[in-house]
């Protein structure tokens, strides 16, 4: 029998940046909001001290920082008529686990998504004719536009301090930025970070030709800041250590160092940690959420009662709530009905390896942060004329090379034997001379065998069923991959590499192959409740007092990281719940 | 041995259920500090091997030695203490597959969804330590690969990494896949773990190891960086020298 706790105005499942944001909204609003969270609490100093956060083999290799598939995984397979198989190890992304969430061991790279991203089939469509677009292509509007959700993006980047270059302030294009972005209503909140050498090359030699380079936008601070709620943030030091590690130097930005600190001194907030949410709860109606039940890490059980709840884990986590909690109508790929688990993508990454002459070139490649490098957006989204191309969508270009961590970074040109003297001899001739999967940021796009659903084999710890992913690329992005390969191959020709080995992505969908944690969709934001799960304000069409955040909302990915999305639509929702939720609690959006 | 708190949250409460003493804890009007919260990592310690016996030792310190030669500059992967890391990543969690999804059903899969064996990697090691032995005796004359000479100990390498070796009792090209691995994540990890001793792997390319500042540097573009490197416990320039 579960234990059963005082009622609640409001609770938040998961507290990563959505549900740190939405409890800090919300409890503003002078609400009463629990958050539970999973994983351990965690902070920044404490956890990750400097005198040994800079460990390889503990949090890259070994994943001390994430989730641990024993507790929860997901089946796996490329196509419809494949036996899904169980993810056992993680390999294509990295479910993050505690406080803070994906916030941790992020590499703090805050992107804005583009104004026709959020326009995407009407864009397209309208460009290129309805035809253009592949017959099983699945993406749609998101319902909001740009002027919805810019004020969100600054709001996001000003709680977090992003460093960077704007390229387009109040519509003037300006030198230096990225000049394909949409209209900023201010410029960054701090200046760009500094570059190292390989990143500057990239740049100078992107910009010979004809490109418009800039710096990426990063969470890793370029100079002490203090947010707009008074927590304060210290300059990067370029250690190399952030994807997949936390920040002892309080200059990545994370709940812990932007909002977590003002946050639960706060009276009517708190939270539980180490404790797992296994359902939310309905009335006899289906139509209203009742609340949350959930275990702790003793396995005893509890519920918590709640006018509101917000949904705030991990974009995959979301929809296996939803499957378990039987909110919304699962997806059906064959008789193309229901929404839980539809229009799920991921992303698609391509690379270049580059080798230059060690006597010339010595990039130092260790000297990173986590959201440096230089970049351009010439090929991403619709930047481009894709008429000729036969493809639609695409990415941004970069040298962002993170780190020089030997055993993930110590690349040796093609040819060369994978062990004995001469592999010996070619990491040492090429570890300092190299550039290491230059990244092409690859867009996503939804599709109609690309989707969410739960497992007829195999159960997690509670003895329920898994969630299953069926995924796999389509001729779409892989054309846009091996384009943007070429490209990229002809920018470090120019800077005098001497062997270039673009990676162009290439199928099938790979669970061991690291790409990027960038899962989305399942319960996608839209205008129709038969194609989304969710209204324009992320709120369920199902179960209206259940608002559900994060990645899970994107109708398909965009060429970009989405953690500033994710963070702009958090905002978003939450002034939507403040400003008309709270006043007649019900649907937004009358379908 | 004390347990840190954060080991027990983080490791153990998931897969002792029941045993683990595990808080699920209610934050409320204060940050959770406390001073050392974190818990330091996990020193490998000298001494006896922990897993390997004395011959599978012996077997081993001779793979590690040829996928990482000794050379006029730089040790080779049996005086780095390659062997030495994956004995104590063996014994660890690391060799019984701690934390990863072991649940069935077992079936062989496609390439793209993954490794779905239920060998562990200390099972492996076992197996193919003894069955690649097996093989060398009946091959060389009795001989066990530690015995061989360099040119045959290549050889023999080859042929597993080629998929020309079939064992009975374990699949040789994952061993050796299996094995490069560990050696070379043995190899470049830090020291404390057993492996790059001296920092040998680190000097050899100029990595300046477990450093957290580079703000002079970062700008500093196409110059070498000058300083040598330091693991978690240090630098080694500053053991004081044998007198």
Known sequence: ?591 | MHLHRRELLATAAWFVAGTAAARAGLISGHLPWQPNAGYPPIAARPGPWLFFSSDEAATVEAIVDRIIPPDPQTAGGKEAGCAVYIDRQLAGPYGKDEGLFRGGPFQPGTKSQGPQSPVTPAELYRKGIAALDKHCRDKFGGKRFADLSETDKDAVLHDLDASQVKFEQADGKVFFDQILKDTQQGFFADPIYGGNKDMVAWKMIGFPGARYNYLDWIERHNERFPLPPVGIVGSINWTPKKS
């Open chain 1, 1 to 591: 029998m579960a234990r059963k706790l005082p009622h609640k105005d409001v609770v938040i499942i998961g507290l990563g940046w959505t549900g740190s944001i939405l409890a800090h909204e919300l409890t503003d609003e002078g609400l009463d909001v629990i958050a539970i969270e999973r994983g351990p609490w965690r902070d920044e100093a404490t956890d990750y001290p400097p005198n040994y956060a800079q460990d390889e083999l503990r949090y890259r290799i070994r994943h001390e920082l994430f989730l641990r598939p024993d507790q929860n995984t997901f089946t796996f397979r490329n196509k419809m008529n494949q036996t899904a198989l169980p993810i056992r190890t993680w390999g294509a992304f990295m479910p993050p686990n505690g406080v803070g969430g994906g916030g941790v061991h992020w590499n703090a790279e805050t992107w804005r998504f583009l104004p026709s991203d959020f326009v995407l089939k009407t864009h397209l469509t309208q460009r290129y004719g309805a035809n253009f677009l592949p017959e099983d292509m699945t993406i749609q509007d998101w319902g909001i536009t740009w002027e919805d959700i810019e004020p969100h993006y600054d709001q996001f980047e000003y709680l977090t301090g992003t460093c960077g270059t704007a390229g387009n302030l109040q519509g003037k294009i300006r030198e230096g930025g990225n000049p394909f972005e949409g209209p900023r209503s201010r410029p960054y909140p701090n200046p760009a970070q500094k570059q190292g050498f390989g990143h500057t090359l990239w740049a100078k030699a992107a910009k010979e030709l004809g490109y418009k380079p800039f710096p990426q936008p990063s969470g890793n601070m370029s100079q002490a800041y203090v947010n707009p709620l008074g927590v304060r943030m210290g300059p990067c030091t370029y250690c190399g250590f952030c994807e997949w590690f936390g920040c002892g130097n309080y200059s990545k930005a994370s709940p812990q160092t932007t909002i977590l600190p003002v946050l639960v001194r706060k009276s009517n907030f708190s939270a539980y940690d180490n404790c797992e949410v296994t359902k939310i709860n309905l009335d006899g109606s289906g139509k209203r959420a009742t609340g949350v039940t959930f275990v702790d890490s003793q396995g005893n059980e509890s519920e918590q009662t709640a006018d509101l709840v917000i949904l705030a884990g991990f974009s995959i986590f979301n929809v296996q709530m939803l499957l378990h909690s039987k909110i919304g109508t699962p997806y059906d790929p064959v008789a193309n009905t229901g929404v839980i688990g539809r229009n799920f993508t991921h992303q698609c990454m391509s690379s270049v390896d580059a080798f230059f002459d060690n006597k010339k070139f010595n990039f130092n490649p260790f000297i990173a942060s986590g959201a440096i490098g230089m970049c351009i957006d010439d090929f991403n989204g619709d930047n481009i004329d894709h008429g000729p191309l036969g493809f639609v969508g695409g990415g941004y270009l970069g040298q962002v090379q993170t780190n020089g961590r030997p055993i993930e970074t110590t690349p040796v040109p093609k040819g060369t034997p994978r062990w004995g003297a001469k592999w010996k001899q070619a990491v040492r001739d090429n570890y300092l001379s190299n550039i290491k999967g230059g990244s092409i940021h690859g867009s996503m796009y939804s599709y109609r065998d690309v989707y969410l659903d739960l497992d007829p084999t195999y159960k997690d710890r509670f003895g329920r069923p898994m969630v299953r992913m069926t995924i796999d690329f389509h001729d779409n992005e892989l054309k846009a991959a091996a384009f943007m390969a070429n490209k990229y191959a002809e920018i470090v020709k120019a800077m005098g590499a001497h062997t270039i080995e673009p990676k162009p992505r290439k199928g099938p969908y790979d669970v061991t192959t690291y790409q990027t944690t960038h899962l989305n969709g399942g319960a996608i934001m839209g205008t129709d409740p038969k194609t989304s799960a969710l209204n324009r304000y992320l709120q369920s069409w199902d179960v209206p007092n259940l608002f559900v955040m994060g990645a899970t909302a994107f109708p398909q990915n965009a060429g970009y990281n989405p953690t500033g999305t994710v963070g702009a639509l958090a905002y978003w929702s939450a002034k939507a719940i403040r400003e008309q939720y709270l006043k007649h609690p019900g649907p937004l959006v009358n379908a």
